[in-house]
């Protein structure tokens, strides 16, 4: 069977994250991507604060992890996240180079926020779950204490929102 490497690096990393759309998602290895940094953009009602990109930075490198994923559940995710062929969606996926930790180089994709102007901070649990999930992963302790010390703002309402309410049916994030 065809799988697709998937980069993740932020609520992805999450296990029950990633299964809401994916749930033969399997966990290959924990790798870096070279040549990024995290920065947080946008804004998701669900989570009430800004979402994850990767933004090209040379001296940078972002810890994640790489699932592998059926081509069907690629296309979930990516619906999810609101990629769209036309570039217009919150996100679009490209490929990126990352490195194993046994130094192995792979081709993967990752999702990067479509709008990248103005960073913004996450929320809350929006932050601690993306560290919970690099927790649940091993990545290192040190990565796990720099996501925790992110500027994050308290959420007006209760978040996750619901991905169900009818005010949300049509744009889940």
Excluded at 5 to 17: N, R, T
Excluded at 126 to 138: K, M, N, S
Excluded at 152 to 167: G, H, K, N, Q, S
């Amino acid at each position: 069977m065809r799988e697709v490497l998937v980069f993740a690096y932020g609520i992805d990393l999450h296990p029950e994250e990633i299964a809401r759309f994916c749930p033969a998602a399997k966990p290959r290895a924990r790798a870096t991507a070279p040549g990024w940094r995290l920065g947080f953009f946008g804004y998701s009602r669900v989570w009430d604060g800004a979402e994850e990109s990767l933004i090209p930075d040379p001296d940078a490198t972002v810890p994640g992890v790489l699932y592998a994923i059926a081509p069907s559940e690629a296309e979930a995710l990516e619906a999810a996240r609101g990629v769209k062929l036309n570039g217009t969606g919150r996100y679009f996926h490209t490929p990126i180079d990352v490195v194993t930790e046994e130094g192995t180089r792979l081709g993967a994709v990752a999702l990067i926020k479509t709008e990248r102007r103005a960073e913004k901070p996450p929320s809350r649990p929006y932050r601690d779950r993306i560290a919970e999930g690099a927790a649940l992963h091993g990545l290192s302790p040190e990565h796990i204490a720099a996501l925790k010390a992110l500027p994050a703002t308290e959420p007006a309402y209760p978040v996750p929102m619901a991905f169900d309410l009818p005010i949300f049916a049509g744009s889940c994030c």
